[in-house]
């Protein structure tokens, strides 16, 4: 018979291997020797020739983490050691501000990604990140001389220290959980976004993590400032080769949404399965700002993820939309935290989940309407499709509603694909294996419609390339 | 052109224990159109999903083919490459699919040797939309979400003529349109028909008849088909109904 859509599913698979499931062959221009102690970090930070005040802030941090246990609450986390991991590697002493100045093998690597190339066509400006540190940033002109501000954060660090110190780690204390606490230790790369008063890009800009190797910690730090009146589309994008053991992913993202000011995360995850993501992701919203956060998330053993918007003046209002798949021995724990914590406030969450062979997706979800928060609204949906009997999905929402004013609505839907649907799109032709993949897409499609194009469409044949995974089963 | 036929064949088909269809025999070639008549609950749409394939119907025996395409052997999404298209009588819904999208992809399922250009094929469809009277609006909307039942039969019928299909079950694609759809769906049967479609039409009413003559009728009754004609007996139906066929009278009217 025909074999157009193997074909389909065979483009996409290499797409997958070929694009994302490649290591990059470097030296590391500095590595730490694995496991964590005061000495890694103050050897981190001396290498990075970094202020006392950071160093003070990563050993704190270190102190929080070591007391703080293991969470038990969600997934199983007993194979991480965090005796096992490298917590430092810099593939490359210098960074460049243009892709000619990148070494071969790692330029190579981000071709292969498609950076430069997204760069081109659709950015305002990109920083390109490979294991532990930036080893490209690069902004537009025109913004440049608007004053907005993108790039690494080990430079930004060096070169705007009072506008880092003022803001770093007050979103996010080390103290919130166990992997911020980590991050805040021995933080390294990500990227700093500063946007003035009044500027508004009307191109996204993008970070892309790319990690390699195994036993291989990934913890940058994120730090977003929309000053009042400004907005801007930030994008991620992270990727990491299949090893058969683990690596583990644990970023901190801060955004400081100022008045007036709108700030869009959308956040593209094509992990491989070895992958352990535990990222806090947070924001302070003032005063008729907007936060919207949008997150696709393929692969990875494991991800722990709950973006955070709190509402802190009046009128601020906040979007988290969330699509995960967990095909395969995958646990996904998603969620989104939303307080309000201002008059006439208002939140929307929609969460979207995928469980097939075997898979885990939860939702896990916390809302809570102040005392005083006057007239606020919020509204939080959680549709998960199951695929199959061995998969599994699990809601655990948490919502206080303290003010009497204020509304909300919650709504939650289990299901599973159904037969009819699947016996008329045969009907008309399309495979089975297929028909099931365009109904998952057609599920998702709220959420992945959000998704700027240039990346949807290769979502899109990625989350196809995981509905293969079921062949052509009767 | 060459002339495809359709053969079903003393065909048996049980829904669980429950013998649905008992021995039904109807033979459709390119360009004919079959009218297929009968009461409520007597087997016509088993027919057809017994045709399309669908688990729940099974055969206990007799014959499917397409020309000399045993259907039998072939999965649902086969039978459609073998040249098969089933309006059906309550089209389901995809929430999120659009319809374009679906489209595309079973348009390029069943043609894969032809390379679809996708410009095209959109103002084909926007094109077909507006002949049967839909905004370009639906071309974005979720599969059959939130559609009123006319504008279901419109769109079953659109995909139709997009698709191409040898042959053609309608399955009371005339219920539910209002008096311009129907003409309009009317003339793309006719269309299809002069494309070289050979077509049963499911109805219960004379009127989609006087847009379309049939050539043949048949009238089925639980699970049989009862009588066979030419396009008068679809008239003589509407004036005598089904009580004409109960009781011992069946089995005499069995070709
Ligand atoms: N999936 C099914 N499960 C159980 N019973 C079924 C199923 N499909 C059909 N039947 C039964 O088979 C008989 C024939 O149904 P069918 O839908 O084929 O009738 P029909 O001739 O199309 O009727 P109508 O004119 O009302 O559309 C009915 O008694 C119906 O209840
Ligand atoms: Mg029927």
Known sequence: MQKWNEIEVEEAKKLNEIKYDFVTNVKPAYQVQKGLSRSVVEEMSKEKKEPDWMRNIRLKALEIFLSKPVPTWGPDLSELNFDDLTYYIKPEDRKANNWDEVPKEIKDTFDKLGVPEMEKKYLAGSVAQLQSEGVYSRLRKQWEDKGVVFMDMDSALQRYPDIVKEHFGRVVPPSDNKFAALNTAVWSGGSFLYIPSGVQLDLPVQAYFRMNGALEGQFERTLIIAEPGASVHYIEGCTAPTYSQYSLHAAIVEVYVKKAAKVRYTSVQNWSDNIINGPTKRSWIEERGRMEWVQGSLGSKITMTYPSSILRGEYASTSNLNVALAVGPVWKDNGAKVIHAAPNTSSKVVAKSISGKGGMSVYRGQLRINPGAYNSKASVQCDALILDDISKSNTYPHNEILEESASFSHEASVGKISEDQVDYLMSRGIREEDARSLIVLGFLDDVLKEIPLEYSIEFNKLVKLEMSKYGAVG | ?255
């Open chain 2, 1 to 255: 052109m060459v002339a495809n036929v359709l053969s079903i064949k003393d065909l048996h088909v049980s829904v669980g224990d429950k013998e649905i269809l008992k021995g039904v025999t109807i033979t459709v070639k390119s360009g004919e159109i079959h009218a297929l008549m009968g009461p409520n609950g007597t087997g016509k749409s088993t027919l057809a999903h017994t045709v399309v394939g669908s688990l729940r119907y099974k055969v206990k025996s007799g014959e499917l083919l397409i020309n000399d395409i045993n259907l039998k052997d072939l999965q649902v999404y086969e039978r459609a490459r073998a040249g098969l298209f089933v309006a059906f009588q309550e089209p389901v819904s995809v929430q999120g699919l659009r319809f374009i999208n679906y489209l595309r992809t079973a348009y390029s399922s069943l043609h894969p040797d032809e390379k679809l250009e996708y410009k095209k094929f959109i103002e084909e469809v926007k094109e077909l939309l507006n002949y049967f009277g839909l905004d370009n609006s639906f071309i974005d909307r979720g599969l059959n979400e939130g559609l009123s039942g006319g504008e279901k039969k419109r769109m079953e019928a659109l995909q139709m003529l997009i698709l191409k299909p040898k042959f053609i079950i309608l399955d009371e694609i005339d219920s539910g349109l209002d008096i311009d759809a129907l003409r309009v769906v009317s003339k793309a049967i006719a269309k299809a028909k002069e494309n070289g479609a050979g077509i049963i039409i499911i109805t219960h009413y004379q009127r989609i008849l006087d847009y379309i003559k049939p050539d043949f009728v048949h009238v089925l009754i639980n699970g049989r088909i009862a009588e066979s004609g030419n396009g008068e007996l679809a008239k003589l139906i509407e004036e005598r109904g089904y009580e004409y066929y109960r009781g011992g009278e069946v089995d005499a009217k069995v070709e």
